[in-house]
């Protein structure tokens, strides 16, 4: 991002961007056990594999950002949202029957899935994901949110168990935030409810950063 170096020049690798696309929601018993599942979802190279919980849905619908009459997700506490393209409809939406199908198979905690046709529910979709970051940042009734831990990530194979642990350590620690992200290249986002007001709560704070940078190194990650 320009902070630690200045790149002049790059080759790239492009890719198709297909003309039509299908998005494909997978609901799970919980965040962690979507998670487990993501491998299964990139074998099929999707265009992309986004993460949400049940709690960003909530302070989306208490913000008036989320209308479940417009995106009647699957049953679940834990979401995939996936999308996949072809040259036409009907090869995106076989493409993503395909991975319906293959996550059917699997099951693993699948609760339910639903494969989107109408553009007006999957941009719906992809704007309650896209604003996640942002809005929660401040919900009525709840304590504020901050920055601190909300960009770490692991090895997308390691996606589950990291969410398990991480969901502990902050239990631990009585923090509360949810939890969404790019899947598929295993990164989460979160904004947690962290006390930044008291020497006793940022003292609190430090350590929680400490154990969790840890926790996330043991996994082969990264964090910022």
């Known amino acids: 991002e320009g902070t630690c170096v200045v790149v002049l020049e790059a080759t790239v690798h492009l890719i198709p961007s297909p003309p039509c696309r299908t998005l494909v929601v997978a609901g799970y018993v919980d965040a962690a056990t979507a998670a487990d599942h993501v491998t299964d979802v990139l074998e099929h190279r999707p265009l992309g594999l986004e993460g949400v919980d049940d709690k960003l849905i909530e302070d989306m619908t208490v913000l008036g950002l989320h209308k479940h009459d417009l995106s009647q997700l699957p049953p679940g506490n834990g979401y995939l949202v996936i999308e996949v393209g072809g040259d036409s409809?009907?090869?995106?939406e076989e493409r993503g029957r395909a991975i319906i199908r293959s996550l059917e198979k699997a099951g693993g905690g699948l609760r339910g899935?639903?494969?989107?046709?109408?553009?007006?529910?999957?941009?719906?979709?992809?704007?309650?994901?896209?604003?996640?970051?942002?809005?929660?940042?401040?919900?009525?009734?709840?304590?504020?949110?901050?920055?601190g831990w909300e960009d770490s990530a692991v090895p997308p194979?390691?996606?589950?168990e990291y969410l398990r642990k991480l969901r502990a350590l902050t239990d631990r620690y009585?923090?509360?935030?949810?939890?969404?992200?790019?899947?598929?290249?295993g990164c989460v986002h979160a904004r947690w409810n962290f006390d930044l007001t008291s020497a006793d709560g940022v003292r609190t704070w430090r350590r929680f950063l400490d154990?969790?940078?840890?926790?996330?190194?043991?996994?082969g990650g990264s964090l910022s």
């Open 174 to 185: 009585g923090y509360e935030s949810a939890v969404y992200g790019h899947y598929g290249q």
């Open 157 to 160: 194979e390691r996606l589950g």
């Open 89 to 92: 409809k009907d090869e995106a």
């Open 211 to 219: 154990e969790a940078a840890d926790l996330v190194l043991s996994l």
């Open 113 to 147: 899935t639903k494969l989107y046709d109408d553009r007006e529910s999957e941009q719906h979709i992809w704007a309650v994901r896209e604003a996640g970051l942002g809005a929660t940042a401040f919900i009525p009734g709840k304590a504020d949110t901050h920055e």
